[in-house]
DNA sequence: GCTTGACCTCAACTTAGCTTGAGGTTGCAT
DNA sequence: ATGCAACCTCAAGCTAAGTTGAGGTCAAGC
């Protein structure tokens, strides 16, 4: 028979490098969703060790947990995931890596320009508003008057 | 004779569309040096609202407060900065900025990989450990074992 | 059948980057 | 000289992404 079914939290953690308190935490950010043995102890699948590493991989690339658990979302909580399921959730979150890096280079692009004139001048420095809507999310309203 | 030398935090505020309190908050961290009036209160520097510019940009392409406060740290703090204290910074940064998009540009190729054989295994997957040197910081320990 | 390491919950603490509120003072226009 | 908006400090609260610790339970090997 292939091996056991299922696996513990330590051995996810184990197996994943995350501590067992982020696992957990996880958990209640609903990343995870173990089942409970009848001692209430949290039993994972397999493939977790997996949905964890998607879920390092998406923080890598800058998404917030709120973000991933919305990409995982769309992966089947019944049945282990194919193949298929992760490569099409890994392609949705490419375009969101790409979008970020096109708006980091527009953003680096006018800082040129910056850097030629010196300006860092709100009236004239495009590098204010306009981005915000992809924003780079800064916290507070960053609303520019003059 | 020219507009008054000294503007108050409301007047800051105004001008850069940052709050009051992010002012007053940026003093406390080192960003701002004002001076005080016998009542106490700030005046800053005209100067000062392209130094709150330099800290939105900063942290729009990324750097945290500390970073940005140690960038800062090479302007005059006397003298209002010229045109080419400002370059020099700017430049500074850049490069910083530089590093950032080419980090998450090899990752987003890794992801490409990772698509391709739809793996996200841990033992083949780069996506792990590797850059973490330079990493998107995030925190908590992120070794892979197994 | 008992010991012991791994597990459980819940609450409090951490850093970054702020905001909000309470309670009090300043300074400019009239 | 007075009214009141704008200023002051200090403490507490917020979100993200966790960690740490106290106090208690589970399960697997001897």
Redesign the pocket.
């Known amino acids: 028979m292939p091996r056991a079914e299922f696996i ?4 996810l ?1 184990k197996r994943t490098g995350v ?4 696992l ?3 958990e209640d ?1 609903g990343l995870l969703h ?1 089942l ?7 039993r994972f699948l397999r493939s977790d060790i997996r949905r964890v590493s998607f ?1 390092l991989i998406a ?1 890598k690339l800058g ?4 973000e991933i658990v919305t990409h995982l979302a769309n992966l089947p909580e019944g049945r282990n995931p194919t193949l298929t399921d992760w490569q099409k959730i890994s392609r949705a979150m490419r375009e969101q890596i790409d979008a970020r890096i096109t708006l980091l280079n527009r953003t680096r692009n006018q800082l040129d320009q910056c850097i030629g004139c010196g300006c860092l001048s709100l009236t004239k420095c495009q590098l204010y508003n306009k981005d915000d809507k992809l924003g780079l999310k ?4 960053r609303a520019v008057l003059d």
Not at 36 to 41: E, H
Not at 63 to 66: D, H, K, N, P
Not at 138 to 141: A, D, H, N, Q
Request: aromatic share 6%.
């Open positions: 513990t939290i330590g051995e953690s501590a067992v308190s982020a957990r935490f996880y950010k173990p409970r043995t009848n001692g209430n102890q949290r879920v923080q998404l917030g947990l709120e800064g916290p507070g309203p």
